[in-house]
Antibody, heavy 122, light 108 residues
Framework: QVQLQESGPGLVKPSETLSLTCTVSGGSVSSSVHYWGWIRQSPGKQLEWIESISYVGGTYYNPSLKSRVTISVDTSNNQFSLRLTSVTAADTAVYYC??????????????WGQGTLVTVSS | ETVLTQSPGTLSLSPGERATLSCRAS???????LAWYQQKPGQAPRLLIH???NRATGIPDRFSGSGSGTDFTLTISRLEPEDFALYYCQEYGTSLGTFGPGTKVEIK
């Protein structure tokens, strides 16, 4: 059974960088058939895909966030990470790490972490 | 960008009744790449359906998906108490993977 667990600070100051890590168990971030990524859910409940990466298939970003986000994979620890720079209150959300399936970045998401609330506030 | 509209916003039904949820896209979805998710309070979304009509692993057969092009439907044949939740559709025919705003299925 694949399990994903987010970790990172729950409070980030405006203009600073949000960093989260997802630890994967029961699966491998080196998989050639899966993508790994991040989705966030605003307080109003809208879901927004942020970015996805495949160890062999490339990286995909939401154009609205592309200039501020980075995703990376750490195969030695079976983890992947999100960095979101220059955060504002609009980035306050529950952040989920996810496993994606599909082709060329066109993905649906079959496993989700439990989610972690990140609040942007001074 | 494909915009998804879900209707109704809220569906009030009793256990045992049939639920029909609609998801309409602003443009045709490539290869019917449309997924449905269920979310309960305090939990992450759970994949129900992908490819418009393919049930995900472990999903009961009372959940079914249909549709093509711009109009898609999630049907729950007989509502169980655990089915009262929020439901989202998601298109993945583009790399944006846009989600709809959701339909809440509540107990009448």
């Amino acid at each position: 059974q694949v399990q994903l667990q987010e970790s990172g600070p729950g409070l980030v100051k405006p203009s600073e960088t949000l960093s989260l890590t997802c630890t994967v168990s029961g699966g491998s971030v080196s998989s050639s058939v899966h993508y790994w990524g991040w989705i966030r859910q605003s307080p109003g409940k809208q879901l927004e895909w942020i970015e996805s990466i495949s160890y062999v298939g490339g990286t995909y970003y939401n154009p609205s966030l592309k200039s501020r986000v980075t995703i990376s994979v750490d195969t030695s620890n079976n983890q992947f990470s999100l960095r979101l720079t220059s955060v504002t209150a609009a980035d306050t959300a529950v952040y989920y790490c996810v496993r994606g399936r599909g082709l060329l970045g066109k993905l649906y998401f079959d496993y989700w972490g439990q989610g972690t609330l990140v609040t942007v506030s001074s | 960008e494909t915009v998804l509209t879900q209707s109704p916003g809220t569906l009030s039904l009793s256990p045992g009744e049939r639920a029909t949820l609609s998801c309409r896209a602003s443009q045709s979805i490539t290869r019917n790449y449309l997924a449905w998710y269920q979310q309960k309070p305090g939990q992450a979304p759970r994949l129900l359906i992908h490819g418009s009509s393919n049930r995900a692993t472990g999903i009961p057969d009372r959940f079914s998906g249909s549709g093509s092009g711009t109009d898609f439907t999630l049907t729950i044949s007989r509502l169980e108490p655990e089915d009262f939740a929020l439901y989202y559709c998601q298109e993945y025919g583009t790399s944006l993977g846009t989600f709809g705003p959701g339909t809440k299925v509540e107990i009448k």
